[in-house]
């Protein structure tokens, strides 16, 4: 077995994919649009230990309406800021993280 070391990490920016984390039924004549945006409580902590969400985005943006039978799932990928990550454990906010806005098109 060959093992290699990873390439250098940026700590500041470290990409999280939240899979199937909504779904979507809708009647409509052209597009939908879920819009994941970043909410106040972006700000994990642990003590002094901080998690900063630094964006919030759906990589599955516009997508025509699926109707009533099956719903349309998606993701959500997060960027998020672990440079000042010191400990581990639940890091954790009082505010939501990042909220959904569906729109139609």
Do not use: C
């Amino acid at each position: 077995m060959s093992v290699t070391q990873p390439s250098s990490v940026n700590f500041s920016a470290v990409n999280l994919l939240l899979k199937n984390v909504w779904a979507v039924r809708a009647i409509h004549d052209g597009d939908v649009e879920v819009k994941a945006e970043l909410g106040q409580g972006n700000l994990l902590e642990l003590g002094n230990s901080k998690i900063e969400v630094t964006d919030a985005t759906n990589p599955h943006n516009p997508f025509p309406a699926p109707g009533l039978g099956t719903p349309k799932y998606g993701d959500v990928q997060l960027t998020l800021d672990l440079s000042a990550a010191t400990a581990p454990g639940a890091h954790s906010a009082t505010a939501p993280t990042y909220t959904l806005e569906v729109n139609l098109l």
